[in-house]
C-alpha cells in the first residue's frame, strides 16, 4: 500500500531511470480525479495503444475519445523510446480487474487467471500506454521495450516494489490482450519485461547494461596457507575468517585451488555459492577431485553474477574411501584467483 508520487517526484525518478520525458500540456493537473479516488498505489499497468503515428498516439492518449475521456494513462511510450506525460491522478487506463490479480499484486506473488472484473484499477495502478498496433505484427523497437522497463523500474524502485508489481493489461482484465508480443521487434513478454525490472532493480538508476562487457575487470587474489582441518562428509566454508569473496553487483570468472594430503581412494569436492541476506543460497555445480599420489591439488572453476545483496564464497568437502572413516584431513593451502566486473 503507497500513496501516489508527487508529479514532481514521478518526473524525477523517470529522468533519474535514464529516459528522455516529454511534458505535456498542463498534465500534472489532468485527471479523472472527480471519478473516483486514486489510490492507494499497489502497481504498474503496460498497455498498447492499436494506434499509429507517436503524434496522434499522443493526443488521443491526453484527450481521449467518445464514451472514454482521456487521459488514458499517466504515460505514452512512443516508438522512439520517449515517455509523454499527458496526466496525473485517476487516468481511464485499467478499468475494471480481478481482484485476486490485485492481491497477488501487492503480496508480489504469481498471478493467478483474471477471470473477474470487479475491482477499480484506475484506482490502484499507474498507467502507461504504448505505441503499437496490437495485431501481433507490428514490431516492438528495442528502444522501446528499454523504455517500458525503465518506466516501470523507475516507479516501483521510488516505491520499494519488486518486479512483480508491474503487469500488463491482460494480467488484469479478462478479455484484454495488452501489450500483445510481436515476431521481429524486442520481447515484449509480460515474464520478459519483469525479469528485465528485476535486473535493473538491483543496479543504480543510471545503470547501463550496454556498456557492462566494455569495463575493466578487477583482479581477485586471495591465499592462505595456514592448515585447516575439516571432518569427512561436511561442507567447509574457505577460508574461515573471511569468508565473503566478493560483494555486492558483480559479475566473475574465479578459479580456487586446495592442496592436501588425501588417503588413496579418497576424494575432495568444491564449489563457489551465492549466500543471500536470509541465509539462503544459490549453490554452483559441485567439481569433485580424485585423491593423488602425495599432495592432491584439487582445483575448482566458477563463473557467474551476483546482485548487490548477494555475497560470494567457497567451501569444500572431504569423502573418505571408507564410509566408516570420521578422521579429518588437513588442507594446508588454498587459494582463489580471478577476474570481476563491477
Not at 75 to 98: C, F, P, Q, S, W
Not at 141 to 154: G, N
Request: some cysteine.
Amino acid at each position: 500500500m503507497a500513496n501516489a508520487l508527487t508529479a514532481d517526484r514521478l518526473l524525477r525518478a523517470l529522468r533519474a531511470e535514464g529516459l528522455t520525458v516529454v511534458e505535456v500540456g498542463d498534465w500534472r493537473n489532468h485527471n479523472r480525479n472527480s471519478k473516483g479516488p486514486f489510490g492507494p498505489l499497489h502497481g504498474v499497468m503496460i498497455h498498447h495503444t492499436v494506434t499509429k503515428g507517436s503524434a496522434a498516439t499522443v493526443d488521443i492518449c491526453r484527450r481521449g475519445y467518445t464514451g472514454l475521456p482521456g487521459p488514458l494513462c499517466h504515460g505514452v511510450i512512443t516508438k522512439d523510446g520517449r515517455v509523454h506525460l499527458v496526466g496525473y491522478g485517476r487516468a481511464n487506463h485499467a478499468g475494471l480487474g480481478d481482484d485476486d490479480v490485485l492481491r497477488a499484486v501487492i503480496a508480489e506473488q504469481p498471478l493467478p487467471a483474471d477471470n473477474e472484473a470487479n475491482t477499480d484499477g484506475n484506482r490502484h495502478f499507474y498507467g502507461f500506454e504504448c505505441e503499437n498496433l496490437g495485431d501481433g505484427d507490428d514490431p516492438w523497437p528495442a528502444v522501446q521495450v528499454d523504455a517500458i522497463v525503465r518506466a516501470a523500474t523507475a516507479i516501483s524502485r521510488e516505491h520499494g516494489w519488486g518486479e512483480r508489481s508491474t503487469i500488463g493489461h491482460l494480467e488484469w482484465q479478462p478479455g484484454k490482450s495488452d501489450p500483445r508480443p510481436s515476431p521481429g521487434g524486442a520481447d515484449a513478454r509480460m515474464s520478459t519485461i519483469r525479469a528485465r525490472i528485476a535486473e535493473r532493480l538491483e543496479h543504480s538508476p543510471d545503470w547501463d547494461p550496454t556498456k557492462e562487457d566494455d569495463d575493466m575487470p578487477r583482479a581477485l587474489a586471495w591465499h592462505e596457507t595456514k592448515d585447516r582441518e575439516i571432518v569427512p562428509r561436511k561442507w567447509t566454508t574457505l577460508p574461515v575468517e573471511y569468508t565473503d569473496l566478493l560483494t555486492g553487483a558483480v559479475r566473475y570468472d574465479l578459479m580456487a585451488q586446495v592442496a592436501a594430503v588425501l588417503p588413496a581412494g579418497s576424494t575432495i569436492q568444491g564449489r563457489f555459492y551465492h549466500l543471500r541476506p536470509d541465509g539462503t543460497r544459490w549453490t554452483g555445480p559441485i567439481i569433485e577431485r580424485p585423491a593423488t599420489d602425495g599432495n592432491t591439488f584439487a582445483d575448482f572453476h566458477n563463473k557467474g553474477s551476483i546482485v548487490a545483496t548477494e555475497k560470494v564464497r567457497l567451501e569444500v568437502a572431504y569423502y573418505p574411501a571408507k564410509a566408516d572413516d570420521d578422521a579429518p584431513i588437513t588442507i594446508s593451502s588454498a587459494y582463489v584467483r580471478g577476474l570481476y566486473w563491477t
